[in-house]
């Protein structure tokens, strides 16, 4: 929990009652590989934060799993759409290794926003975040060649190889894993 508290803190600094709030509402998860946070057609109820770990969105198209995002250690696991809208999720969360995640839902973080005006800095400085990095990823895939695009996953992610499998990484970057191989094998 406390490397979750201090991301927030570095983001806006939270006072005792707010702290004390936050301890209270955050439910602990320690859960096993190929754990499915969310399948599509179910409401995405928490925001989760992982303390330890690996996840990955995906979304099914053509009977092809499509690798949306990769989040690791102390980054937030959210399906922001259906979060966000109350809809049915389009998309599947899956945990890639043993995980130990922290979560509040949809209710709690209202309460915090209505209870602490001050939170609602936090959520929107959280979302711009996730939202330039979606962008970014939007904007590699249209402009950055298969190798820049291996690249700057690796900058991102250097320890992917060892924790995600090769064909979630390929799907993520849109190449075939035959492909990603040879460009790991040119790299090294």
Known sequence: METLLNSIRQ????????????????????????????????????IFFIEKGVARGYFLKEDREVTSW???ESDFII????????????????????????????????????????????GRLLTERYYLRSEQRAQNLRMQSARERYEQLLTDFPE???????????????????TVSRLRANKQ
Do not use: C, D
């Open 160 to 178: 992917i190889f060892r924790r995600v499998p090769l064909k979630y990484i390929a799907s993520h970057l849109g190449l075939s894993p035959e």
């Open 79 to 122: 399906s922001i759409v259906s979060f966000y809208s109350r809809q049915p999720a389009q998309e599947y969360v899956e945990l890639l290794e043993e995980s130990v995640l922290w979560s509040i839902t949809y209710e709690q973080l209202q309460r915090l926003y209505a209870t602490f005006p001050e939170f609602n800095k936090v």
């Open 11 to 46: 983001l806006q600094p939270i006072a005792e009652p707010l702290e004390s709030m936050l301890r209270q509402m955050l439910r602990r998860h320690e859960l096993p590989r190929r754990h499915w946070l969310l399948i599509p057609g179910q409401v995405s109820e928490r």
């Open 70 to 72: 990769f989040m690791k």
